[in-house]
């Protein structure tokens, strides 16, 4: 079987001889950098194995713990005992040391060399701690110069890693250091069984049958590829692909000209040229700009448009989803130290909460901008912040945000969507460098119904912004008792379970107040007999949302699935708790900060009504815990996170190629 070499110097080759036999092995890994590039364990990571990675530098440990979710992390030093020292952090390289006479020299040769107080365990410590009970297969120790310290903290006798691999020169020289150390380490039952140039590879007497993998170096029959290789010809892959969609589409170009050319010298377009002359079509921007300030407004064209499919169609690519339309200039670029982003505008335009999860990030970006402009960055990045706004092929260098794959998982529901995710959405997200989402939750069902690896998602929490509270207007009336729910009538947002509960006598005098679009949701509410206990106050603007949530008992989110879930952060803003359905993704964020009922069961949505509107000492309780749950969800850290993803593709990136 052809397996991929992650390893600086092929050592995990001979690594794999020995062990590929064995299922669900461990590892400590010593010095561990980075979890793929140059990495001992990577190649044993994916085939089920996990174990113990060690550095001292924060920049590689904070990478491991994102991708590295079944190993154990430990961001310390590993010396002879425990204790502190001071750590140089060498940037952007595999030479960080506790040996300030190193760090000085790798400083004198131009390396940018920072520095910073670390707790130091030893190996016996780790060990007792992580690896008790456990069989170590193999350890690896690559500390710059920390070697025999290490060596001399373990405890050999109880823990016996079947094989050692030791860096053996002084970094970045072929000078062979081992003679410090490699007595003390024979010492203890280790046989000498490979050297390699940069390392020393040691077999436990007891297992000395191990050193027979040991005779040849790594060969064409040990049937391995290159990392670099692999991820060279998936690239060639990629490109060729790119290349064909562009042939092809080049040829749809050439043939649509040809038809645009015999329309133009047709008698009937010359007949039509005054007609042309006053499109209406160039009115519909001017249109929806005007709807967008009048949410009212917009619900009742929207209802009207969507009874036509094909014009909802037209409306929706021509000026919805067109990221074209918006200007030549189609991204707003803001500079940062090592790249360029390229916000891509179209979704600022989004009339739905996706203009203002853009918006919001925005903003937060343009705020960090470089503020020195003289010199644009080398590296350019586009980042969309939805894939309904990607075009078919993505420029080099794009990361996408996927909110959820809704229709996808509920396919009934949207026969007509899915299909368009399956085919056209997928496609895009298959080319993304990166995809962003918003939950654990998404970012599972993108890898499974999008075919994206989880190694190219990350998550990304939205930030929740404070609704303004404003005075009701005079036509807004609510006089009793009332639960909240924004939203649509749409199936999966599962209205229904709510209005059944309000059914039930023990909610006679509580009333529920509807914010979202109406029509379909009014023509429910007479089929289940509840109009007396329904307000159906239509679509407002913030401030008006903000009002009614703040005197809410609470706010009910009944939805059968949801990527993030909005609402009930917004109303923890608002110190207004919520009921929710168990679904994710509102039990991954909110467990422990609201109430959940079955979604099938109007019961359990009566209960918990009951609850909160007799018990105000509990309600408060609940409220205070939502509201110190949502201040975890910030836009300033929701920049912030994105920006340091964005930065460590384009390090990966460049180390890749400068490779």
């Not at 920390?146 to 020289?173: C, H, L, N, Q």
């Not at 619900?299 to 200007?327: A, E, H, I, T």
């Not at 939805?559 to 109303?571: C, D, I, V």
Request: overall charge negative.
């Amino acid at each position: 079987m052809t397996f991929i070499s992650y390893a600086q110097n092929l050592e995990d080759v001979l690594l794999w001889r020995c062990f590929k036999d064995i299922e669900n092995g461990f590892y400590i890994d010593l010095g561990a950098a980075l979890p793929d590039s140059h990495s001992v364990t990577k190649l044993f990571y994916d085939n089920g194995w996990c174990g113990v990675n060690v550095d001292a530098n924060d920049d590689f440990i904070k990478v491991l713990k994102r991708d590295r979710p079944k190993d154990i992390n430990l961001f310390v030093g590993v010396g002879e005992e425990s204790s502190k020292g001071k750590f140089f952090k060498v940037k952007n390289t595999g030479l960080s040391t506790f040996d300030q006479s190193l760090a000085e020299n790798y400083a004198n040769s131009g390396y940018v060399v920072e520095s910073y107080d670390l707790d130091i365990t030893c190996l016996k410590d780790i060990c007792v701690e992580y690896a008790n009970n456990k069989t170590i297969h193999f350890l690896k120790i690559d500390v710059e110069g920390f070697e025999k310290k290490v060596i001399m903290g373990g405890d050999w006798e109880s823990y016996r890693p079947w094989v050692v691999i030791v860096e053996a020169t002084i970094p970045t020289t072929t000078i062979e250091n081992y003679s410090s150390w490699e007595t003390e380490l024979m010492s203890y039952g280790y046989l000498m069984a490979y050297k390699d140039g940069l390392n020393r590879f040691y077999v436990a007497t007891e297992r000395k049958y191990l050193l027979k993998h040991f005779e040849y170096p790594p060969n064409v029959f040990d049937g391995y590829v290159l990392s670099e290789c692999h991820y060279l010809k998936k690239e060639n892959e990629r490109l060729n692909a790119e290349v064909s969609s562009y042939r092809i589409q080049s040829a749809m170009v050439l043939d649509l000209k040809n038809q645009i050319e015999s329309i133009e010298h047709s008698l009937s377009w010359r007949l039509t040229q005054p007609l042309r002359e006053y499109n209406p079509v160039r009115l519909i921007p001017v249109v929806l700009s005007v709807l967008k300030r009048h949410p009212r407004l917009l619900s009742v064209v929207k209802s009207v448009v969507q009874k036509s499919p094909w014009l909802w169609d037209f409306l929706k690519r021509r000026f919805l989803f067109n990221n074209s339309v918006y200007g030549k200039e189609s991204f707003v670029d803001i500079d940062y130290e090592s790249f360029r982003l390229r916000f891509a505008r179209g979704p600022l335009e989004d009339m739905r909460g996706i203009g203002r999860v853009s918006r919001e990030l925005l903003s937060k970006l343009e705020a960090r901008r470089l503020v020195q402009e003289s010199v644009a960055p080398a590296a350019a990045v586009h980042f969309y912040s939805s894939v309904h706004w990607c075009p078919n092929i993505l420029p080099s260098s794009s990361v996408v945000m996927i909110h959820d794959v809704i229709p996808m998982i509920l396919p009934e529901l949207f026969p007509r969507v899915c299909e368009e995710w399956r085919g056209r959405y997928k496609r895009i997200a298959q080319q993304a460098d990166l995809v962003v989402t918003i939950s654990d939750t998404s970012a599972r069902d993108i890898n499974k119904y999008l075919e994206i690896p989880l190694e190219k998602i990350r998550i990304i929490y939205n930030g929740v912004t404070l609704l303004p509270v404003e005075p009701l207007h005079d036509d807004i009336k609510i006089n009793k008792k009332y639960l909240v729910y924004i939203g649509s009538c749409d199936h999966h947002k599962n209205l229904e379970v709510v209005l059944k509960a309000l059914r039930d006598q023990r909610l006679e005098d509580i009333s529920l107040v509807i914010i979202g679009d109406s029509k379909k949701t009014n023509i429910l509410v007479e089929k289940l007999g509840v109009s007396s206990k329904v307000i159906l106050l239509g679509r407002l603007d913030d401030g008006q949302v903000g009002a009614v949530v703040s005197k809410a008992i609470a706010l009910v989110f009944p939805s059968l699935y949801e990527g993030f879930g909005l609402p009930p952060m917004e109303a923890a803003q608002l110190h207004v708790p919520s009921i929710c359905s168990r679904k994710p993704a509102m039990t991954e964020l909110l467990e422990g900060a609201a109430l959940f009922a079955d979604p099938d069961l109007p019961d359990e949505w009566v209960d918990n009504i009951v609850r909160l509107s007799s018990d105000e000492e509990y309600r408060q309780q609940l409220a205070t815990l939502a509201y110190q749950r949502v201040q975890e969800f910030s836009w300033d850290e929701c920049a912030q996170k994105l920006l340091t993803e964005v930065s460590e593709m384009v390090l990966q990136k460049k180390g890749k190629f400068e490779s």
